[in-house]
């Protein structure tokens, strides 16, 4: 390589070394934009392990849409992260409803059999399933346990986990739906929802690696 060559390429690397440094917080995600911080941070439910909270409403057309993409998204997720969703009732009737309808779904073991479908019936088939005897008729004409699913809508169980809900609700600090939470300590943002699901994996490749250079398991700040 020529001195003139080397010289060259000094000069390169003297005007680019300022670029390095931006596109390293990129890769990161940039606060603001692609995620905002939870002040202060949250406790988890999952300790020693990276759990992540998606925030929604059946009566979202949002979340509606979402479903199908962070459904896909949770069954590849590696052991170490713990996926779970809370409800948001928002202080509407309608959708404090349907928060008890997604616990009373849970505890009645058809969750996982209604959930989309309860997310279909309200956005494309536009039922109007805002009360427990219109939704308990609805589980029961869709292959659910009407009887189970109206007991424990009204049970002390459910209506404890629906004030837990609206609890974290304000202590995440959230405002919208969908929403997702990293680690107790980041929201992800975006402008669309395949934006979201990737600055949540930017956000959980950065706990893993900020607990990494800990040499700790995660943890909840």
């Given at each position: 390589m020529s001195i003139r060559t080397c010289a060259l390429l000094a000069l390169w690397v003297l005007a680019t070394a300022g670029t390095?440094?931006?596109?390293?917080?990129?890769?990161?995600g940039v606060e603001g934009t692609d995620y905002r911080k939870i002040e202060p941070p949250q406790p988890a439910m999952s300790p020693g392990k990276i759990e992540v909270i998606e925030f929604f409403s059946y009566m979202c057309?949002?979340?509606s849409e979402f479903y199908p993409l962070v459904t896909t998204w949770a069954a590849k997720l590696p052991k170490n992260v713990v996926f779970r969703r809370v409800p948001v009732g928002f202080n509407r009737p309608a959708w404090i409803n349907l928060a008890r309808a997604y616990y009373a779904l849970q505890a009645s073991g058809d969750l996982d059999k209604l959930d989309g479908?309860?997310?279909?019936?309200?956005h494309e088939e536009h039922l109007q399933l805002f009360d427990e005897p219109s939704l308990a008729a609805w589980v029961g004409k869709n292959g659910g346990n009407a009887d189970k699913f109206a007991a424990a809508y009204t049970s002390f169980g459910v209506n404890n986990q629906t004030v837990q809900a609206d609890q974290l609700v304000e202590n995440y600090r959230i405002e919208a739906v969908p929403t997702m939470a990293v680690n107790g300590e980041y929201l992800a943002m975006g402008k669309t929802l395949a934006e979201i699901l990737a600055n949540t994996d930017r956000l959980i490749a950065q706990v893993q690696s900020e607990a990494r250079a800990a040499g700790t398991p995660p943890q909840h700040k």
């Open positions: 390095v440094m931006p596109l390293a917080v990129h890769a990161q057309p949002h979340c479908a309860l997310f279909h019936a309200i």
